[in-house]
């Protein structure tokens, strides 16, 4: 025992470190995104220094554009006018301009005025740099007069009297002072960084170490420092002189001007700036350590913090062991009492249902039988009447009589049809024709009007005109009533029902309708009662057979699962939507159908009579163990003309098709007999004879005479008890 529980003590403590390091994995996996982004948003604040300082160079070149433009604009009566001119505007900044040149159209120098302050001046007799048109001012690219010094070019035309041709005032301005410039987009102090700006080729404008101007980036230096490996630098300018905009890391050397490069893994952001020659490549260039510390600094952080959770959820999980060693016999006990309420619930639940299960079979046996019996009995009565109004005038007394009895018959069939939906699991012999859907719905609510409490109110909103629905009137009228009679149920105080009837396009139809006919129209009815409303645990299974929450006795818990049923039979679907303490709102639908439709062929509709005699339709063979059905059907062949055999037994009937003594052209066989059944019989029979046309009559329409009909063991079959012209039509349709 103690060795159990050493090993149980053992399982949770693994799973104690197995959890820990699963939070562990989280947060690490919370901090590595974290860094990330933290990274990222490091690399945009430096493209956004880049940026600045790219547009502060902008600037300050377009002022000195727009001061030299305001130079040239004057009118100047002579060169030594010009001259003084020159003086003046290069003593307004002494040490940011070195020179002013005036150039003819060939660029030749014909004044170069210096300025007054040391510096590197322009010494060329020429200025080898594009010129401008009219109107215009250029800054045409740099100039390099020596290593470590960079002069910016801005040329403009202008007039002087005494000179012939187009003539251009030019102002080389010192990079020194755009330095200035930049060095005020300052960085931190303890941040080791620069700025550098290169041309489209490469050459170095700017630098923090002055001997870097005038090299190129690449070949320049690889001159100047031979033996230094910068395939990291040559990777970075590649980049930059391609246009782009972006950051690198790569490993290069610090330069500075009194001692040897330092190799360094450096980080840097560049971005272009547009010129009128080309572009520039403005970067910010600074030690990878300044621009990964806030990450290390996060990182370290972040790993006192798990060390120190790692310690407190240890700390937690080594007492939750402890305790649940104390608890572990208390926890087994309870849940030995939990297993065994659920073992007897379960028991009852399955004793429950096995006594609903038990009362249907027996229904459904006792139903079968009655039904068939019925069938027998009614099949006589409705074909004599039949043929008595075929004999009898119209305005005849006793035609009135006969018509009357038909129509008994009629509406007797139809209960014994219904009744018998009991003994079967699907519907198959219900009898679906096109009816006037609002038409019915009237009569239909008459009939809830009845059976409704007096405290009750109904209220009614049916917008159907001219919607027509294909199916069996009983059925759904069967599909109303259970759901009016649910909701009087769950107001037994006193309440209000709404019932409301409308034409609907598919989508339009509530979430939660999803019937078997996904196009078009629908008639859409909705039940809705003040009850008290179904909670969300009893709402997922009231469609379930044998499910209710009626009291004993009360309720079987088929109502719902058979109003489903039946409105999937007719292409339907039904949902609920409820809330507790608000009631609850029943939604169905039905294929809409237009009054003129053609009807679809349905198992054991009716059909249109055919009139005629059957002269030439061969010989037909009758089966049926009923006397008074076969009396029935040899009055109405011979009175047209048929020439039949007649047989209770199906033995019999099936040696007469063996011995040949008669050429059968039609069999029409009942269904429901003892020594064998009609598809039985057909089976052997179209074995017999290929040719024969078979009709089955029977008064449930079971799954093995549809599929003997798909299978084309049968040619059809009708619900009994059949009409005179149903049989006629069949023989004729089959025989032709």
Known sequence: MERKKSLKGRAALAAAL??????AGVLGHCISRYSALLISQQQEQMLRIVRSVGGTVRTYIKTEKELLAWEAGRSYGSGEELAGAMEEFLAMKPQARRNMLL??????????????EP??????DRFDFALPGTGEVLAPGAYIPQEGSCLIPVVTP???NGYEGPLYLAELVDFADLDRVIDSAALKPDIRGYFVIKDQNGIILSHESREQVGLQAVSGRLEHYPGLDISGMKQLVERQLSGQEGTFVYDSYWFSDDEEPQKARKFSAFSPLAMDDGFWVIALTMDYDDFIGPYNQLLAESMGILAAIFICLGIGAWGLIRTSQRQRELLRQTQYLKELGSAVTELNQTREQAKHSERLQMVGIMTSGLSHEFNNILAPILGYSELLMGDLPKDCLSHSDAAEIYDAALRAKELVAQISSLSQKSADQAQYRLFDFEEELRKWIKSVILIKPEKITLNTRIHTEGAWVYGNPTQLYEVLLNLCVNAFYEMPAEGSLT?????AEAQELPEGLSPLSLGGRFVLVRVQDTGGGISPEIIDNIFTPFFTTKRHGEGTGLGLAITQKILDEH?????VESRLGEGSSFYYCIPFRNAGEEEEPVRAREEEPQQGRGEGA???LVVDDDESTLRMIRRVLGKNG??????ADPREALAALESGLAEYDVLISDYQMDEMNGVELATQARFLNKNLKILILSGLIKSEIVDACQRGRIDGYLLKPAHGDQLLKFIKNGCI
């Open 18 to 23: 197995i959890a820990l390091a699963a939070m």
């Open 103 to 116: 150039l003819n159209a060939n660029g030749d120098v014909l004044l170069n005025v210096k300025s007054r």
């Open 119 to 124: 510096g590197v001046n322009y010494q060329a």
């Open 158 to 160: 202008v007039s002087v």
């Open 499 to 503: 019932l409301t009837a409308t034409v």
């Open 571 to 575: 292409q339907g679907d039904i949902c």
């Open 618 to 620: 061969g010989r037909l």
């Open 642 to 647: 048929f020439k039949a055999d007649y047989y």
